[in-house]
């Protein structure tokens, strides 16, 4: 799966890190039924403590963690805000995140980590929902217009995207629907209608249709503009992106003279950010819309020694090896999967200086350094943990390989 993919999928609560148990005394109504923030009830202190000691654990077979990147302010977050919505049967509409383990909707009118102005905007749906009569979409009977609704902050730009997710292309009102969500909401610079006819766990469809301004926001991050779309990934929380993002730089020591391969590139994000102390940087994304993004941002920041490729990772870097290609650095941010052993296996045929791996997933991680350190032809120069997910057990992490000299 790519990271393009990884948030369009409905927002999981499974236990993948700190082994995070239900909190008692939180301050957030439905916290034990929504299992999103299981450190709700700790300081942010013993949350990043938590963190760093779970990091320095499971990885200390390869070398001392350096001390974790905390957030200056926990709360709110979220860039992004997923909601499903649901008419109960008085008439009032609901709309909120699902039970942990379930389809019930969990009605949401205020949250810790969310974006406050989206959750404001959510409000305002809501009313607009019942007083235009329109349908909520049932799961089991089929019947139904709205499934859920996404909105899209920018940090920088102050510019707010509003998804409207459907089951048919056919929306009632919807030019007095949208009118009337923007005077309410004049801050609001775009609205898309996203067509989901599927009957499966992805929130976003394949089609968008604009209802109001441009069908996309733009946003700053690293000093680099990247044009956000409905399907695009982009990272929830931009302020932490950027002490991410600038450590794998660090990491990678570039300086000017590198060929940098980006895998998993996604929208072109760490490969753009490289792109200023790199020599050539070469992106790769499996991802057709991804690519096509990526090729738009590299133009929108004049960036002009960066290429894009539509292929997999793993088979490109395989190709490459053949032709006896030279790169220098690695970059990979794989999902919380983390990588397979075939694309483990490229990176090695390929043999670069160095790789930096960026995780979402620490078990994973731990699991992939052992393979590419085994053999001794890698080994773990450095490694960070990031917290990008406070009140959360999620922590993300970046790690410096080096190629062992024979």
Partial sequence: ????????????????????????????????????CQYIDKSYQEQLTIKEEYLGKLL???????????MENPYHYRNKVNAAFKRKKNGEIISGTYEEGTHNILPVTSC????????????????LVRSFKITTHNEDTGYGLLKHVMIRTARKTGQIMVVLVTASPVFPSKNNFVKALREA??????????????????VLGDRNQVMYGKGFIEDVLCGKRFRISPNSFYQVNPEQTEKLYMKAVEFAGLTGKEVVLDAYCGIGTIGMVASDKAKEVIGVELNKEAVRDAIQNAKLNGVKNIRFYNNDAGKFMVGMAKDNAKVDVVFMDPPRSG???AFMSSVMKLAPE???YISCGPDTLARDLKYMTKGGRYRVERMVGCDMFGFTEHVESVVLLSRVKP
Wanted: aromatic share 4%; with cysteine.
């Fill in 1 to 36: 799966m790519s990271k393009y993919s990884k948030e369009t999928k409905k927002y999981s609560h499974k236990k993948t890190t700190t082994g995070a148990k239900k909190n008692i005394n939180s301050p957030c109504p439905i916290s034990d039924r929504c299992g999103g």
């Fill in 60 to 70: 200390k077979d390869f070398g001392d963690m350096e001390p974790i990147m905390g």
């Fill in 112 to 127: 810790f980590i969310e974006d406050e102005q989206a959750t404001k905007i959510m409000g305002t749906i809501r009313a």
């Fill in 185 to 202: 909401h004049p801050e609001i610079t775009t609205v898309v209608q996203n067509i989901n006819q599927k009957h499966t766990s992805m």
């Fill in 339 to 341: 990588s397979d052993e």
């Fill in 354 to 356: 160095r790789i930096v």
